[in-house]
C-alpha cells in the first residue's frame, strides 16, 4: 500500500471565523479533476484527548455529561480538549484529575485518530491509565459531570447496546476488547 501526494491545488485560502474553540477558512481550490471549487475546512483550537483508566480490578470510570452541540445526554470516557502548545500527556492526567479525581502513575498511549476528515482536522489521542489514587475532582464551572465506576467489561457492553456512542470513546473501548484488557 502507497501513499499518493496531494492532487489538490489552493489558490487563495481566507479565515471567514474564529473562536476560542474553532477557525473556518475557505479555499479556493482546484480539485483532483481539474476544475475549480471551494472546500471549507474546520481548524480545531484544542486536539481532543481521552483517558480510559483501569484499576487493579479491571474497572472503569465514565463521565455523563449534557452535550450542547447534540442536545443529548452522553455517557464517555474521560475527554478533554488539549489547547495548542500542550503536551498531550500533561492534558490527559490533568483531565483526568479534573473530571475523576484520578491521578495514574502510568499513562499509556493506545490510539490516535482522525474524527471527521472530511471537513476538519480533528484529531484525538487516547491513554490508559494505570496505577491509580483516588482524590477528589475538579471540574471546570461549565461542567455538571455525573461519573460512575463500572467494570471495563460492562462499558463495552454500553458500546454494544449503543448506550455509549460518543466517536472516541467507542473506539477506545472497541480497540481495548480488541487488545484484550479485559
Request: hydrophobic letters at 40%; proline letters at 5%; charged letters at 25%.
Amino acid at each position: 500500500m502507497q501513499d499518493k501526494g496531494n492532487p489538490w491545488q489552493v489558490k487563495h485560502s481566507e479565515q471567514v471565523y474564529q473562536s476560542p474553540w474553532i477557525k473556518v477558512r475557505e479555499d479556493k481550490v482546484i480539485t483532483p479533476a481539474g476544475t475549480d471549487g471551494i472546500y471549507s475546512v474546520v481548524e480545531f483550537q484544542n486536539s481532543a484527548v481521552g483517558i480510559v483508566p483501569i484499576d487493579e480490578d479491571g474497572n472503569t470510570w465514565l463521565v455523563g455529561q449534557w452535550r450542547y452541540p447534540l442536545n443529548a445526554y452522553s455517557w464517555e470516557i474521560i475527554e478533554g480538549g488539549c489547547p495548542i502548545g500542550e503536551k498531550a500527556e500533561d492534558c490527559a492526567l490533568r483531565e483526568l484529575k479534573e473530571e475523576s479525581g484520578l491521578t495514574a502513575k502510568t499513562l499509556i498511549p493506545f490510539l490516535e485518530m482522525s474524527l471527521s476528515n472530511s471537513s476538519t482536522d480533528d484529531q484525538a489521542i487516547v491513554y490508559v491509565a494505570k496505577d491509580l489514587q483516588m482524590g477528589e475532582a475538579q471540574p471546570e464551572e461549565t461542567e455538571d459531570l455525573q461519573l460512575v465506576k463500572i467494570p471495563l467489561s460492562q462499558a463495552y457492553e454500553y458500546v454494544m447496546q449503543g448506550r455509549i456512542h460518543d466517536a472516541i470513546s467507542v473506539a477506545a473501548l472497541l480497540k481495548l476488547k480488541q487488545l484484550a484488557y479485559f
